[in-house]
Nanobody, 123 residues
Framework: QVQLVESGGGVVQAGGSLRLSCAAS????????MGWFRQAPEKEREFVAT????????DYADSVKGRFTISRDNTKNTVYLQMDSLKPEDTAVYYC????????????????WGQGTQVTVSS
């Protein structure tokens, strides 16, 4: 079982930047595609970004494309999300999870989540 610990969230003004980190335990981390998801108040959790096991392939939700960058360091069992040009609508709790494709959509591999990290963008 992979344990996931997210960090790096905070309060930032619109147009600002944050870098999130997700530390994962488990020897199989480097064999998984990893992803970031987010959940805003009173909304369902949604896919944000994913990166292949090697780091050679990435994909993003249209809403963050060109502003967010996902990366990983398999030597540290860590995946990152660099968020630039933040908007108030990016406000949410951000979570990481290995990603799989189900029905042409990126989904979380596991049905359990870490505590997440809160990102609040003020206008």
């Amino acid at each position: 079982q992979v344990q996931l610990v997210e960090s790096g969230g905070g309060v930032v003004q619109a147009g600002g930047s944050l870098r999130l980190s997700c530390a994962a335990s488990g020897r199989t981390f480097s064999s998984y595609s990893m992803g970031w998801f987010r959940q805003a108040p009173e909304k369902e959790r949604e896919f944000v970004a994913t990166i292949s096991w090697s780091g050679g392939s990435t994909d993003y939700a249209d809403s963050v494309k060109g502003r967010f960058t996902i990366s990983r360091d398999n030597t540290k069992n860590t995946v990152y999300l660099q968020m630039d040009s933040l908007k108030p609508e990016d406000t949410a709790v951000y979570y990481c999870n290995p990603t799989v494709i189900r029905g042409n959509r990126y989904s979380a591999k596991y049905d359990y989540w870490g505590q997440g990290t809160q990102v609040t963008v003020s206008s």
